[in-house]
């Protein structure tokens, strides 16, 4: 089937804006992950979907970052008023479940100038 | 906080060698511990996971877990070109049931 799906690959947008990111998960996974990385580091969590469950947001940097799943699918992480240490890559990932596998989909590119 | 330490590299070994990537982790309570290749300007993809101790062998690769040392480690028998990329230790944080993960190990296969 499918895998996880993101859009847009790329966005180059300017400081202060506001940007949404969308993550399509793999049909049926019910977890759903957000990461960030940044140039030539590892991987930063963001937060994490369970179910119906409420979101785990403890990594997320600071109030302009939020994110929701709707329907249990399709989640979208929006970031606010963008600053230039915004821009990294932002991977979504999903899995069976908790402490299961997860998947990754490709990422997007974000360039906050 | 719950660490995952891995050696950044590089770390260079010649084609048809064996390759040995180290991660160490910090919660007792971890119980699943995966590998990840990320070639440069892509996405992680799932090398193998582990959740036992001992070894497990999936073709050229190899993981070992030592729940006692809180050691993981991949092998990567007659290395190739190929997988030059960064490898990603993970492991679960045991009751918060997010991944942690390091922040990976270069591996260059030289001809």
């Not at chain 1, 049909?27 to 969590?45: D, M, P, V």
């Not at chain 2, 891995?6 to 982790?25: D, F, H, K």
């Amino acid at each position: 089937g499918a895998g996880v799906s993101q859009s847009p690959s790329n966005k180059v947008t300017e400081k202060g804006k506001d940007v949404e990111l969308r993550c399509d998960p793999i049909s049926g996974h019910t977890a759903l992950y957000w990461y960030r990385q940044s140039l030539g580091q590892g991987l930063e969590f963001l937060i994490y979907f369970q179910g119906n469950s409420a979101p785990d947001k403890s990594g997320l940097p600071s109030d302009r970052f939020s994110a929701e799943r709707t329907g249990g699918s399709v989640s979208t992480l929006t970031i606010q008023r963008t600053q230039q240490e915004d821009s990294a890559v932002y991977l979504c990932a999903s899995s069976t479940g908790s402490g299961e596998t997860q998947y990754f989909g490709p990422g997007t590119r974000l360039l906050v100038l | 906080q719950k660490e995952v330490e891995q050696n950044s590299g590089p770390l260079s070994v010649p084609e048809g060698a064996i390759a040995s990537l180290n991660c160490t982790y910090s919660d007792r309570g971890s119980q699943s511990f995966f590998w990840y290749r990320q070639y440069s300007g892509k996405s992680p993809e799932l090398i193998m996971f582990i959740y036992s101790n001992g070894d497990k062998e999936d073709g050229r690769f190899t993981a070992q877990l030592n729940k006692a040392s809180q050691y993981v480690s991949l092998l990567i028998r007659d290395s190739q070109p190929s997988d030059s990329a960064t490898y990603l230790c993970a492991a679960d944080t045991g009751t918060a049931s997010k991944l942690t993960f390091g922040t990976g190990t270069r591996l260059q296969v030289t001809l």
